[in-house]
Each structure stands twice: as structure tokens, then as C-alpha cells.
């Protein structure tokens, strides 16, 4: 078996879904199948559809279309891919189902269309022959080339729009010509090119506008949008209110920028293949026809009677030439005089005021008029198919509605007269193809009877009686010519016509008839009856130019114009009257229903909702107004009388095919087999259906319906069908599904149990297998490193051992020592340096002496005091060591008398510059102490000379004191005879007073031999010397520290009495001497100076 990609095509179309109109109807898609079918239910179902933004629904094959007034979200790119190449019953009812049935007939059945679209003023024709053009233009090929001509034919409606459209009460955007349009392709179905033909420009509009409405879009998008350079080439100014021709009071129209619209049109001028100077010649034109509505007459009488006019202002004449190059006195005097020829001769008139105004008009909408017609050839000549090949073509019609206004004219006669031609055509074809469907497919053609509006057509049309031929006999007629005349003329030749009616008709029928006026006359037209005014109708047949305007325009030095006026030429001079509006367009119509003829129509009847140009208004009144003049019940009727609905078999039998055992689910034979075998399964009545060739013909809408009802019921069976089979078979797969996952989860599961497992015992092994490695390694462990320490400790030990043998080798040399080395080094530098320059420094040796160097390091200041200390000891030491014996007793004698008195008994400093003598009574010399030396045989310590105060008065006598190793002796000086003595055992104080004298008072131990007589109160110079000298004579001898008492008011024992001697800063009338004076018993005064 071979595998073969679907490509994506193929998958869409296994995709795909057959559906059918049938499905989701809002009422009725197809008229056709309307029941009970009557103008209520018709406008019910039109209405019931529109509330629900279905703006198509079908008659068979026709479409109608209501207006929505609104964008509605159904004509998408996405809409196109929708439709494109689905058959017309397959889709909800769609303006794109026509067009892809249209364009496809044409591209592969070879068969010419057109597409016929009517409807009044704003039914949405235009609107819908643009989607067409742009339906067929997105289905078919592409490429650079095709894409220009659809661009091009697509550009051409822009440009045909400004010029020919304009705002009226009805629509906005009015056509205001017809338009048929065929579109040319090649045989692949690729557009080549187009033609077009234009009906009859309400050029009426150009002069004057009905109130409420605007002249064609041009003249104000050029005001709007030209630059103001453009403008003043043209010769214009912006403001509206400027030209007399511009309907003023709706100048502006909602929601249109005129422009924004300018722009679009020259654009599409550009695309479609306009030149520059064409574009400016067009304009150049529009711009005069604008400006000859702002030229105005002035009555002049003239001497002969007769009425002559005149130019008011030749300022705007004089632009108009310059604009157009025409000759301004030629114009001027074509506006004056009018020139009659026949045949030899040439008869000039005056114009009056009015013919001038007339005259003015009449140049004006020509030109007007000729230069759309010019457009429109000039648009041809660009979309003109380029090659000679044989070509498929569609047109497409969109050609005024039926008019039926309050003052109906000329121009709504013809428009009628015109929809008359292709309501008939309608029926003719419609009727035709429903015949040769029948034929085509075998079944019996039943005569339909429906109403023929060819009696119509004939009353207008016809060569001799008809009131178009009426209307050229009277324009053509000799002599006084009006309305009212050929009014007359219709009154008697069509009077008995049953579809014509006037008043003053031969018939009486309308004598009464006060809703028909005497100006008027009223036909009955298939889509009702519509009154004309008679008046105006010879006149716009005649659409007369005076030859003099029209020579004038040729002359003009403007190739356009000059183009446009070509019977203005003299040499080509035709004394022929032109034919007249009416005639010609007769023959224009009678072309194009020749045109029509030939193709397969296609049609769209467009209806309007409401007057207002409104979205969701829906005017039952309006619509089903419409609905009668456009025939559609007709039209229904006519599809009906046969076989009200029809399907090929292969459709039918898909759609159909699940109501019978025998088809459902599938059919293997022919499907017409196939059909009969539901048909007869189902038991429909015979005469309800009938077999064609390739289609089963159904009667009656009932039957359809019934088959539909059928199908929804089984439908919904199917669907419980399919729902319990799909249900169960997802509970069945899901259940499988959920079978097959509960294995693979357990089996998943178990497999992780297991593995779980295996991986605990795995893990306890290690675990136990790691302890006991762990405990064996340890185990190893301790002894390596019991043993790496004893080998660590040896290798320390040795280490350590060579380490200090090294050290102690190498100790010197150490870096480390280095540092203290240095410090110790420069010590010791900086020391010796100290003590060198200290022994260069050194002060005398004298004690006394109080200098010492400076210290010059900080580090050495307590090392240079002791240093200072030293040498003073030193020096000192030194210094003392020079003394002898002798010289060291004074000293210390000296120095004990410093301990004693110093600071204490203000006689001491005078003594320490005196030098302790002892002996200053030398006894052992003097012959006169003979005696006292021999008494004392002991070494004399101190022998001098003291007074001795007395007691009772405190005069002193002179005694001689002696101390020796063991006594004190007092001696008579004269005599020297020993007075007292005392061992120095007994000698227990000596008093003194703080103060500058030499008194002194030496007490004896009581009860003594000597301390009978009592203390002795003395008096010496040396008594600093004495003192001292007693002092440490008595401590040697008995060890004992004498006490002296310095104080300036001490007792004496004078034999039993205690005296008090008392020490007084006293005046100096002695001198230097102290006085010593007996105050009393108890007081001696010694007066100190
Ligand atoms: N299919 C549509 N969707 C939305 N709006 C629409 C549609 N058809 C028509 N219209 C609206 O209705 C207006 C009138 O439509 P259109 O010009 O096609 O009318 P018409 O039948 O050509 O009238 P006339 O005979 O005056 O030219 C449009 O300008 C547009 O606003
Ligand atoms: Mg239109």
C-alpha cells in the first residue's frame, strides 16, 4: 500500500462540509419555497431576513438586495475565499454566490453574462455592481499585467462617479447616467480589458438642481480640493456661493469629503491612463461650464421693436475665453444672435433675455454632457482589451431604477421606458431559461401564464404610434410646436391604449379623473402607474444648441472642446436636424437589450429599506411598493409554475440521504438510482416530484420542507447515534487508555519499589561494609601513626639534636641574634662614645661644684643621674680622703653639731665657718693653772672661758669651763680653783634657747653631789662647740644620748626653786650682748637682740 501526503488543497477539501442554503434559513432563503407565497408573507420574510443582517435573499437564481445603509461585516477577503467556487445553493444567499456562478459559467461553460441590476435611487445598484467587479476581480488570475487591467477597471468607477454622480434627496451618491460596463476576459478567465456605455446624463442637473440636491460631484471636490494654484489657472475661486450653478443649501454632504475625493479622482485618472494635459484640459472644461452660470443678460430694446439682450458683466465671458481659447466676440455675439439656415439662405435672429439665458443653458449642459460622453471613450480607449483574441465577456448593468416622482418629466419617461425594456427582457429571459431547463432536463413545459409587459413597451417604442415616435413628429413638425400640442397628438393616437391615460383623451374614461391634471398624461407601467408632466418633454427631446454656439466652440482654440463640438465645423455643415434625445435613446436601449439578449442574465434587484438613508429601518410601505414595481412576486411565480425547487441528484442524495436504509450511509450506484430509492422509500406522493436528466424537480415547497423536517428529525437521531457511539467509544478508549496506563504506572511502580529496595540494601551494605573498613582503617590507622611517630619523634629528636648542634655551630651567625648584636653593639658604641666625651666633660672635684653635662641620649637619663650621683659620692669620697685624723674629728664633730643645731638654734650657721678648737685656754702653758692642770689629769676636751649668770640677779661672772674625758669642771679664772665638778654621768640635759645667744643651762641629775648647788646657767661664744662636744663626749663615755632641749623658755632647778628662764626678742641698747635679768623668784628675762 502506497502512502501519499495529502497536499494542503486536498485536505481542505476533505475538510470541507457539504452544506446547503437549507441550513440555518432565517425564513426563507429562496423565495421560491415561500408558503403560503403572497406580497404579505414575501415582505414578512424580505423583513425578517433584514432584522437579522441577511441583506440577500434568493429567487431562484435572482438576488435581491436591500439596502443595509450600513458596513456590514460580509464582504471580506475572507467572505471571497468563502464563496469562491461553491455552488449557488450551498451558501446562505450572497451578491459573491451570483458573481462566482456568473464568472465561473463564463470561464468554463464559455458562456457570456450580465448582470442585471436594477432597483430605484438608492437601492444599493452601484454599490452592488462594485462588488461584483471587485468579487470577480479577487477570483481571477493574477499576475502584473492582469492586475493593471483590474486596477484600471476598477479606477474607471472613481472618475465615471465624480462626473456623473451627485447628491439628491434619495441618495447621496446618485447616479446620474446609466451605466453598463463589459468586463472582457480570455479564455483562462483572466480579465483583458473593458467598455463601457453610458445612458443618457441627467445634464438638466448641470443648470439647475431640485432643492435639497447638488449639481455632479466634480465641480465641488474641485473647489475643495485643488490647491490654490490649480484653482487660479482654472480661474476660480473656492467659495461655492460664487457660481449661480451650485445649489447652495446642501453644499456640504455628511460623511463626504469632497476633498479627499478630489485626490481619489485625479489619482484614478492617473491609474486609468489619463495624461497630464487631458486632465487638464477636462478640468479646464469644468471649470468653464461652472463659470458660464455666472453669466447674466440685460434686456436692451432695439429701435425695431425687437427684444435684445446683453451681456451684464463681460468680465466672467472674458475668463471663460481665456480658459477655453475661444474667440470672446465670438461667443459674446452667440449669445445674441441666433443664425437659421435652410438651405441657401441664412436668417440671423436677436436673442432676448431668456433665450440668451436659454441659449447659456443649453451651452452648458452640452458641454457638460459631451465631455462626460468624452470620458467615457476616453476610459474605453484605456481599457480597451489590448489583443485580438476571442474574448469572454460579462457585463454588468447598472442603469437608473423606476422613477415614480410627485412631477414626473421627460427624463423619468425615458428611465421607465428603459426599465420597462429590461423588465421585459427579465421575463423574456427568465421565462427562456426556465423553458430550456425544462427541455434541457426532460421535463414537460407547462405554460406559465404571467403579465407581459411588451404592451407597454410598444405603447412608448412603437415606430408609428408610439409616444417617443409621437414626440419626434411634433419636435420635427413645421410650425408652432408646444407641450400642449403634442399632448393633443398623444391624446388622440394613443387614447384607446388601455395602459395610457389622460384626461382630455378621446376614451372619456378620464374625464372625471381630478387626480389627473390636463397637463398630464399617465401610464401604466408594469410596476404601476406613473403621471407625467407634458411639459418640458418637446423641448428636452429637441435638446437643442444654436448653431452659433456650437461654431462658436469649435472655433475654440481648445482641442478638447474643439473635439467636443465636431458639427460645429462649417465644412462639415449638416442642415439635418440631429435626432432628437427620445430617439436616440431608443436606440441605444434597443442596442443594448440586443446586447443582453445574447447573454446569460444574471440579476440583482436592489430594494431600499427606507427613505432616510438609515440602517435597521425596514418601511413595509416603501418595500413592498418596490416589491410590486420590480415584479418580484412575478418573478416568483414565473420560477414556480412548474417545480417550485430543484436539485441536482448528487446534492440531493448527500443531503437527503440519510432518511433511507438502503442510502445511508452509502450509495454505491447512480445517484439518480439513488434519489428514486428515497423518493420511493419515503412515499411522496408521484405528482410532487419529477425526474430530469440531472435533476430531480420538486413541485411543491411543501415537500421540500417536509424532506427538511425529515432530515433535521434524523439528523438529530444521527447525532444521538454518533454522540452514544462516540461517547462509548471515548469511555472505551479512555478505559483502555486508563488500562494500559494503571500497567505501565504499577509496572513503573515496581520498578521503583524495587529499585528503592535494592538501593536500602545496597546503601546498608556499604554502610556495614564502610564501618568495617572504617574500623579496620582505623585500626591500620593507629598503628601507621603510632608508628609515623615514632618515626617523627626520632626524626624530631634528631632533628632537635642536629638542630642544636647546628644552632649551636652555626648560633652565630643566626640572623636573629644579629639584631641583638647590633643593639648591644651600639650600646655598648653609643656607651663608650657617652662615657668618652663624659670623661672629656667631667666637672672639677670639687664638692660643691653643681655642674654636670647635658645628657645626650634619653636612655641613658636615669644611667647619667647615677652616673652624677656616682661621681659626687666619688668625688666627695676623694674628697674626704684627703683629711687626717685629726682633720676627720672636727668634721665629725662638725657634723654632729650640723645634726644637733641646724635648723634649730639660730647661733649655728655663725659656727659652722668657725673651727672647734677645744682647748682655747691653753691651762697646761699658763703657769697660773698650774694647780687646776695638776687637779685634772685627764686629756682636757674644751677649756674655755664661759660666764656664769648668778641666781640671784643674772650677772654673770667669768669661770673657767672645762670638759674632760669623765667630768665637767667649772674653775675660778683668777685663781683657778676648781669650783664644781660633775661627772658627765650626771649631766642629765642641756637647755638653750632657739635664738642668736650663747646661754645655756647644763641640769644635773638630781640627788647628785654636784646638783646640790643646782644647775648651772651658762653663757659662752663657742656654745654650738661646747654643746656638741659634751654631746658625744658624754655618748662615748656612757653611752648614753644626752638630751638637748632647744627652747626659748625652759626651768632651772636653782637649789630647791624650779626658775623659769625665759628667752625675749629684746632691744639692743647693750649692743650685741644678751642681758640677762632676775625678774622674780620664778623668772629670768634673758633679753636677746
Ligand atoms: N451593500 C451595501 N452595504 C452598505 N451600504 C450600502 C450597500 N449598498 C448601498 N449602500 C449605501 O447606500 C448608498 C446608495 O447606494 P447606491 O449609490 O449604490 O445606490 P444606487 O442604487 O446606485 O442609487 P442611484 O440610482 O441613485 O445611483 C450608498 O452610498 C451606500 O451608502
Ligand atoms: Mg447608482
Not at 453574462?113 to 445598484?125: D, F, R, Y
Not at 473593458?194 to 441627467?202: H, K, M, P, T
Not at 451651452?363 to 485580438?388: G, M, P
Not at 387614447?495 to 378620464?510: D, G, L, V
Request: proline share 3%; aromatic share 10%.
Amino acid at each position: 500500500m502506497k502512502w501519499r501526503i495529502l497536499t494542503s488543497e486536498e485536505k481542505m477539501a476533505k475538510m470541507e462540509v457539504k452544506t446547503s442554503l437549507l441550513d440555518n434559513m432565517i425564513g426563507v432563503g429562496d423565495m421560491v419555497l415561500l408558503e403560503p407565497l403572497n406580497e404579505d408573507s414575501f415582505l414578512n420574510n424580505l423583513k425578517k431576513r433584514f432584522d437579522h443582517n441577511e441583506v440577500y435573499t434568493y429567487i431562484g437564481s435572482v438576488v435581491i438586495s436591500i439596502n443595509p445603509y450600513r458596513s456590514l461585516p460580509i464582504y471580506t477577503p475572507e467572505k471571497v475565499e468563502e464563496y469562491r467556487n461553491r455552488n449557488f445553493y450551498e451558501l446562505s444567499p450572497h451578491i459573491f454566490a451570483l458573481s462566482d456562478e456568473a464568472y465561473r459559467s463564463l470561464r468554463d461553460q464559455d458562456k457570456d453574462q450580465c448582470i442585471l441590476i436594477t432597483g430605484e435611487s438608492g437601492a444599493g445598484k452601484t454599490e452592488a455592481s462594485k462588488l461584483v467587479m471587485s468579487y470577480v476581480a479577487a477570483v481571477c488570475g493574477k499576475g502584473a499585467e492582469v492586475n493593471q487591467v483590474k486596477e484600471q477597471l476598477l479606477q474607471s468607477n472613481p472618475v465615471l462617479e465624480a462626473f456623473g454622480n451627485a447628491k439628491t434627496v434619495r441618495n447621496d451618491n446618485s447616479s446620474r447616467f446609466g451605466k453598463y460596463m463589459d468586463i472582457e476576459f480570455d479564455f483562462k478567465g483572466d480579465p483583458l480589458g473593458g467598455v463601457i456605455s453610458n445612458y443618457l446624463l441627467e445634464k438638466s442637473r448641470v443648470v439647475k438642481q431640485p432643492r435639497g440636491e447638488r449639481n455632479f460631484h466634480i465641480f465641488y471636490q474641485i473647489l475643495s480640493g485643488a490647491s490654490e494654484d490649480f484653482l487660479c489657472k482654472l480661474k476660480l475661486e473656492r467659495d461655492f456661493s460664487r457660481y449661480n450653478y451650485l445649489g447652495l443649501d446642501s453644499a456640504k454632504v455628511n460623511g463626504v469629503d469632497d476633498a479627499a475625493n478630489f485626490r481619489t479622482v485625479r489619482n484614478a485618472m492617473q491609474i486609468v491612463g489619463f495624461m497630464d494635459h487631458e486632465t487638464q484640459s477636462v478640468f479646464e472644461v469644468v471649470a468653464a461650464v461652472l463659470k458660464l452660470g455666472n453669466i447674466e443678460f440685460k434686456p436692451e430694446s432695439r429701435v425695431n421693436g425687437l427684444d435684445e439682450s446683453k451681456i451684464k458683466d463681460k468680465n466672467e465671458l472674458k475668463e471663460i475665453c481665456e480658459l477655453t481659447g475661444i474667440d470672446q466676440s465670438v461667443l459674446e455675439r452667440a449669445f445674441s444672435f441666433r443664425t437659421v439656415e435652410a438651405k441657401q439662405e441664412k436668417v440671423s435672429t436677436t436673442l432676448n433675455v431668456a433665450q440668451a439665458y436659454y441659449a447659456r443653458d443649453a451651452l452648458a449642459k452640452n458641454l457638460y454632457s459631451r465631455l462626460f460622453s468624452w470620458l467615457v471613450t476616453r476610459i474605453n480607449e484605456s481599457i480597451k482589451a489590448q489583443t485580438k483574441v476571442r474574448k469572454k465577456v460579462m457585463g454588468v448593468l447598472d442603469i437608473y431604477g423606476f422613477e415614480i416622482f410627485e412631477d414626473n418629466s421627460f427624463e423619468q419617461f425615458i428611465i421607465n421606458y428603459c426599465n420597462e425594456k429590461l423588465q421585459q427582457i427579465f421575463i423574456e429571459l427568465t421565462l427562456k431559461e426556465e423553458q430550456e431547463e425544462y427541455i434541457r432536463e426532460g421535463i414537460e413545459w407547462t405554460h406559465i401564464e404571467y403579465f407581459n409587459n411588451a404592451i407597454i413597451c410598444d405603447l412608448i417604442e412603437n415606430n408609428q404610434t408610439g409616444i417617443l415616435a409621437m414626440l419626434d413628429e411634433e419636435c420635427l413638425r413645421p410650425g408652432t410646436v408646444t407641450d400642449d400640442t403634442f399632448l393633443e397628438k398623444l391624446n388622440q393616437v394613443c387614447a384607446t391604449h388601455q395602459h395610457f391615460e389622460s384626461r382630455m383623451s378621446k376614451c372619456s374614461r378620464f374625464l372625471n379623473d381630478t387626480s389627473l391634471p390636463h397637463s398630464c398624461f399617465r401610464i401604466q407601467h408594469y410596476a404601476g402607474k406613473v403621471m407625467y408632466q407634458v411639459e418640458g418633454f418637446v423641448d428636452k427631446n429637441n435638446d437643442l444648441l444654436y448653431r452659433d454656439l456650437s461654431q462658436a466652440m469649435w472655433k475654440a482654440n481648445h482641442s478638447l472642446i474643439k473635439a467636443l463640438f465636431p458639427e460645429g465645423n462649417p465644412a462639415k455643415i449638416n442642415l439635418k436636424r440631429p435626432p432628437t434625445a427620445g430617439s436616440q435613446f431608443k436606440a441605444s436601449v434597443a442596442t443594448l437589450m440586443k446586447n443582453l439578449q445574447t447573454k446569460n442574465p444574471n440579476y440583482i434587484r436592489c430594494i431600499k429599506p427606507n427613505d432616510k438613508k438609515a440602517a435597521h429601518i425596514f418601511n413595509d410601505a416603501l418595500v413592498c411598493h418596490q416589491i410590486r414595481y420590480l415584479g418580484l412576486l412575478e418573478n416568483v411565480r414565473v420560477r414556480r409554475a412548474g417545480y417550485a425547487f430543484r436539485q441536482a441528484y448528487e446534492p440531493c442524495l448527500e443531503r437527503y440521504k440519510m432518511l433511507c436504509k438502503q442510502t445511508w450511509p452509502h450509495w454505491r450506484g447512480p445517484a439518480r438510482a439513488g434519489v428514486e430509492v428515497l423518493f420511493n422509500e419515503l412515499e411522496i406522493p408521484e405528482e410532487e416530484f419529477s425526474f430530469g436528466r440531472s435533476k430531480i424537480f420538486i413541485r411543491n415547497p411543501r415537500t421540500l420542507f417536509k424532506l427538511e423536517d425529515l432530515r433535521k428529525q434524523r439528523l438529530e437521531d444521527l447525532a444521538t447515534l454518533i454522540e452514544k457511539i462516540y461517547r462509548g467509544w471515548k469511555c472505551r478508549t479512555r478505559f483502555l487508555l486508563m488500562k494500559k496506563s494503571q500497567i505501565v504506572i504499577a509496572s513503573w511502580y515496581r520498578r521503583y519499589a524495587q529499585q528503592k529496595k535494592y538501593q536500602k540494601i545496597k546503601s546498608s551494605a556499604i554502610i556495614v561494609q564502610s564501618y568495617i573498613r572504617g574500623w579496620k582503617a582505623r585500626k591500620l590507622l593507629r598503628e601507621l601513626k603510632h608508628q609515623k611517630r615514632c618515626n617523627e619523634a626520632a626524626t624530631i629528636i634528631a632533628a632537635y639534636w642536629h638542630g642544636t648542634q647546628v644552632r649551636r655551630e652555626y648560633r652565630k651567625f643566626f640572623r636573629a641574634n644579629a639584631g641583638r648584636k647590633i643593639y648591644e653593639f651600639t650600646l655598648q658604641r653609643l656607651m663608650q662614645k657617652y662615657f668618652l666625651e663624659m670623661k672629656n666633660k667631667m666637672p672639677s672635684l670639687s664638692p660643691i661644684d653643681k655642674n654636670w653635662p647635658a645628657r645626650p641620649y634619653l636612655f641613658l637619663d636615669s644611667t647619667h643621674k647615677e652616673l652624677k650621683r656616682i661621681f659626687h659620692l666619688w668625688r666627695c669620697k676623694k674628697y674626704r680622703d684627703q683629711f687626717t685624723d685629726q682633720q676627720k674629728l672636727i668634721y665629725e664633730e662638725k657634723l654632729e653639731a650640723s645634726e644637733l643645731f641646724k635648723d634649730k638654734k639660730a647661733l649655728y650657721p655663725a659656727s659652722v665657718g668657725q673651727p672647734f678648737q677645744g682647748a682655747y685656754l691653753e691651762i697646761s702653758k699658763n703657769p697660773k693653772y698650774k694647780k687646776l692642770k695638776d687637779a685634772v689629769d685627764e686629756k682636757i676636751i674644751i677649756a674655755e672661758v664661759v660666764n656664769k649668770i648668778n641666781r640671784a640677779n643674772g650677772k654673770a661672772t667669768s669661770r673657767i669651763f672645762l670638759l674632760t674625758k669623765n667630768n665637767v669642771l667649772l674653775a675660778d679664772q683668777k685663781s683657778g680653783n676648781i669650783k664644781s665638778e660633775v661627772p658627765l654621768g650626771d649631766v642629765t640635759k642641756v637647755s638653750m634657747s632657739s635664738q642668736n645667744d650663747g646661754f645655756f643651762a647644763v641640769h644635773l641629775k638630781e640627788g647628785s653631789g654636784a646638783a646640790g648647788k643646782g644647775d648651772f646657767l651658762l653663757s659662752s661664744d663657742h656654745l654650738i662647740e661646747m654643746a656638741t662636744k659634751l654631746y658625744r663626749t658624754t655618748l662615748s663615755q656612757t653611752k648614753q644620748k644626752l638630751n638637748i632641749e632647744i627652747s626659748d623658755e625652759f626651768l632651772v632647778q636653782f637649789r630647791q626653786d624650779k626658775v623659769c628662764v625665759k628667752f625675749i626678742q629684746g632691744s639692743q641698747k647693750n649692743g650685741n650682748i644678751p642681758t640677762c635679768k632676775r625678774k622674780n623668784n620664778r623668772l629670768l628675762e634673758v633679753a636677746v637682740p
